[in-house]
């Protein structure tokens, strides 16, 4: 009777590790989907910026060409 119970508590612990481990994967996945998140918006501000430059200076190329 005693290694059936120690079975099942050692079964019992092993699941409680994996739940742990999976709820830290949790965490961290929804920290880096936060980083990718603000990433995305930094390039997106970037991307429009450098839009606007390059039409301002396809603007002033054409002014200055004769």
């Known amino acids: ?4 119970m120690i079975a099942i508590a050692l079964g019992f612990l092993g699941v409680a590790v994996l739940a742990i481990l999976a709820l830290r994967v ?9 980083q990718v998140a603000s990433a995305s918006r930094r390039i997106s501000d970037a991307s429009g910026d450098l839009e606007r430059a390059a039409a301002d ?3 002033a ?6």
């Open 1 to 4: 009777m005693l290694w059936p």
């Open 26 to 34: 949790f965490v961290e996945v929804r920290r880096l989907s936060g």
């Open 57 to 59: 200076l396809a603007r």
């Open 61 to 66: 190329g054409r002014t200055v060409r004769p």
